[in-house]
Antibody, heavy 124, light 108 residues
Framework: QEQLVQSGAEVKTPGASVKVSCKAS????????IHWVRQAPAQGLERMGL????????TYDQKFQGRVAMTRDTSTSTLYMELSSLRSEDTAIYYC?????????????????WGQGALVTVSS | SYELTQPPSVSVSPGQTARITCSGD??????AYWYQQKSGQAPMLVIY???KRPSGIPERFSGSSSGTVATLTISGAQVEDEAHYYC???????????FGGGTQLTVL
């Protein structure tokens, strides 16, 4: 079945970087944009950006510009999100989410498949 | 920066109608999307393009939009509908997507 399976929980110290993976299976890896969304503890949702797995092109939300890098490995159908210069406020669950596409169009706000989330804790 | 405003909480009895609003300046021009998130789970889309329901979502979930306010309506709310609900949309440029702050729906 269609799945996005993410890497496990990480604990990082302030100033470090973290790289979260998201492995796609059961569907065509290059057919749908993948977005990254995070959720701080007991807080709301926040989109970080997106990647086109076909071309590797990315769009990052302004808040994360210069600190985030989204990449992909087409040989393993895996997406990656790396966040650098971590601070305590980056403690959150990080989700990858697939944007829904029909035969004629794709929806930027419609996520039809989510990873299980990866908890990143930033603490000294 | 662009903001979508939701009430922090809504409470109804089982079988009643729950309405959750989302206010944003660009909503007259941009679609709203609604996500349901139950405790410990990833979000799940319940409404897209203001009014459309994905396959598998019960008919009691509906959406509407008028002016700067989008509304998620759950007609005949059930205990299993207890969750946080988030609206999601973009600013007028289409480049800055944001979630609302979320609404905790209590059904009891």
């Amino acid at each position: 079945q269609e799945q996005l399976v993410q890497s496990g929980a990480e604990v990082k110290t302030p100033g470090a970087s973290v790289k979260v993976s998201c492995k796609a299976s059961g569907f065509s890896f290059t057919s749908n944009y993948i977005h990254w969304v995070r959720q701080a503890p007991a807080q709301g949702l926040e989109r970080m950006g997106l990647i086109n797995p076909d071309t590797g092109s990315t769009t990052y939300d302004q808040k994360f510009q210069g600190r985030v890098a989204m990449t992909r490995d087409t040989s393993t159908s895996t997406l990656y999100m790396e966040l650098s210069s971590l601070r305590s406020e980056d403690t959150a669950i990080y989700y990858c989410a697939r944007a829904h596409c029909t035969s004629t169009s794709c929806y930027e706000g419609y996520y039809d498949l989510w990873g299980q989330g990866a908890l990143v804790t930033v603490s000294s | 920066s662009y903001e979508l405003t939701q009430p922090p909480s809504v409470s109804v009895s089982p079988g009643q109608t729950a309405r959750i609003t989302c206010s944003g300046d660009a909503l007259p021009k941009k679609f709203a999307y609604w996500y349901q998130q139950k405790s410990g789970q990833a979000p799940m889309l319940v409404i897209y393009d203001d009014i459309k329901r994905p396959s598998g979502i019960p008919e009691r979930f509906s959406g509407s939009s008028s002016g700067t306010v989008a509304t998620l309506t759950i007609s005949g709310a059930q205990v299993e509908d207890e969750a946080h609900y988030y609206c999601y949309s973009t600013d007028i440029s289409g480049n800055h997507w944001v979630f609302g702050g979320g609404t905790q729906l209590t059904v009891l």
